[in-house]
């Protein structure tokens, strides 16, 4: 830890760490990228006393679900993947892309870009609300899928 940083300042006291199950451990600093293959967004494992320069503490801000997030984009029966076995099928019907950034140069010529898929209750740090107003219980039930 640097000499100006305060002890507090750790994964485990920041807003983009998760500590409950299924986002334990997980940094959700970043929105996912896009790339030149077909992927799932899967977020870093972090260990609770490591630390980085984006620290924000957290004193109960909420992040936005990907279902939330103006960059967010799905079916209405969510991503039917062939022959992907990585995710239930019940993940896959709440999944969409995020569309936060572009996709990067590349050495190839012309490769096709991929956005991520992920889930209506994963959230980043990247995200922004889209411009609507949802309850707390509407939200809860539809990131529940009832």
């Known amino acids: 830890m640097a000499a100006n940083e305060p002890e507090s300042a750790k994964c485990a006291t920041c807003v983009y760490w998760g500590l409950e199950p299924p986002r334990k451990d997980l940094c959700q600093r970043h929105a996912p990228v896009a790339g030149n293959r077909e992927l799932v967004a899967h977020w870093p494992h972090t260990k609770a006393w490591q630390w980085c320069g984006e620290y924000v503490p957290?004193?109960?801000q909420r992040l936005t679900h990907c279902l939330d997030c103006r960059f967010w984009t799905r079916w209405p029966n969510g991503l039917e993947p062939r022959d992907r076995d990585d995710r239930f099928s019940a993940w896959w019907a709440?999944?969409?892309?995020?569309?936060?950034f572009a996709p990067k140069p590349s050495r190839e010529l012309g490769p096709?870009?991929?956005w991520p898929a992920t889930n209506a209750a994963d959230l980043c740090?990247?995200?922004?609300p889209a411009l609507r107003v949802?309850?707390?219980?509407?939200?809860?039930?539809?990131?529940?899928?009832?």
């Open 58 to 60: 957290d004193v109960g």
């Open 94 to 100: 709440q999944a969409g892309y995020c569309l936060r």
């Open 112 to 114: 096709r870009a991929y």
């Open 125 to 128: 740090g990247d995200a922004t």
């Open 134 to 146: 949802v309850s707390e219980d509407e939200d809860r039930s539809r990131l529940s899928g009832r």
